[in-house]
C-alpha cells in the first residue's frame, strides 16, 4: 500500500497570502495524484486531479505540481472560503489511498 | 449533471452487516468511464478508502476490509451498493459514495452511519 504524508498538518495563514501545501508518496505515483478540499459537513470537493490539471470549475488560483514521490498545491492568493481541510489521493495503485489531511485555518 | 445519493440505515448493531446503497441520476453507470466507489471518515478523522465496483461487476476492496466488504451493483436501478459485515464501534462514520475517473470528481452528500447497541 502506498502511503501518502501531507505537510504541514496544520497551516495558519491570512486572507491574500500563498498558501503551499505539500504531499509526498512512499513510493511514485507517476502523475497519478489528485487534491481535494473538505469543508466541514461537506462532501470532499476534487480540485486537481493527475498532478496539475484543475478540475471542471476550479478557480485558476488553485494549482497543482509534481511527479514521482513530491507533489504540491498552491494556492497563489487565499480567499476566505479556501479555508478547510485538504487531502492529497493517490490511483497509481490499489487501494487508491488518501493523505492524513492538512488543516488550512485562518491566521 | 451527475448526482449521487447515499441511503441506508443510520444505526447499526455491533456485529451486524452494515448496508448502504448509492443512487445514480443524471448519467448511467454503465457508461464504462468510471469505477464506483465508497470512502468513509470516521468522525474526526481522515478519508479512507473502501472499495470499487465497475459496471461489469469488477472489484477492488481495501485489504484493511477485504474480509468483511462486498460492493455489488445494479445497473437496472443505476445502483450501486455496500456491505461491510460484523461491525464494531470502529466502524461509526460517515460513508461516501464516489464516481472515479482521472479523480473522485462527483459524490454523495454522505450518510452517517453509527454502530451502537
Known amino acids: 500500500e502506498i502511503v501518502l504524508t501531507q505537510s504541514p498538518a496544520t497551516l495558519s495563514l491570512s486572507p491574500g497570502e500563498r498558501a503551499t501545501l505539500s504531499c509526498r508518496a512512499s513510493q511514485s505515483v507517476s502523475s497519478y495524484l489528485a487534491w481535494y478540499q473538505q469543508k466541514p459537513g461537506q462532501a470532499p470537493r476534487l480540485l486537481i486531479y493527475?498532478?496539475?490539471n484543475r478540475a471542471t470549475g476550479i478557480p485558476a488560483r488553485f494549482s497543482g505540481s509534481g511527479s514521482g514521490t513530491d507533489f504540491t498545491l498552491t494556492i497563489s492568493s487565499l480567499e476566505p472560503e479556501d479555508f478547510a481541510v485538504y487531502y492529497c489521493?493517490?490511483?497509481?495503485?490499489?487501494?487508491?489511498?488518501f493523505g492524513q489531511g492538512t488543516k488550512l485555518e485562518i491566521k | 449533471q451527475v448526482q449521487l445519493q447515499e441511503s441506508g440505515p443510520g444505526l447499526v448493531k455491533p456485529s451486524q452487516t452494515l448496508s448502504l446503497t448509492c443512487t445514480v441520476s443524471g448519467g448511467s453507470i454503465s457508461s464504462g468511464d468510471y469505477y464506483w466507489s465508497w470512502i468513509r471518515q470516521p468522525p474526526g478523522k481522515g478519508l479512507e478508502w473502501i472499495g470499487y465496483?465497475?459496471?461489469?461487476?469488477?472489484?477492488y476492496y481495501n485489504p484493511s476490509l477485504k474480509s468483511r466488504v462486498t460492493i455489488s451493483v445494479d445497473t437496472s436501478k443505476n445502483q450501486f451498493s455496500l456491505k461491510l459485515s460484523s461491525v464494531t464501534a470502529a466502524d461509526t462514520a460517515v460513508y461516501y459514495c464516489?464516481?472515479?475517473?482521472?479523480?473522485?470528481?462527483?459524490w454523495g452528500q454522505g450518510t452517517t452511519v453509527t454502530v451502537s447497541s
Open positions: 489521493q493517490q490511483r497509481s495503485n490499489w487501494p487508491h489511498t
Open positions: 493527475d498532478a496539475s
Open positions: 465496483i465497475y459496471y461489469s461487476g469488477s472489484t
Open positions: 464516489a464516481r472515479e475517473g482521472g479523480g473522485m470528481d462527483v
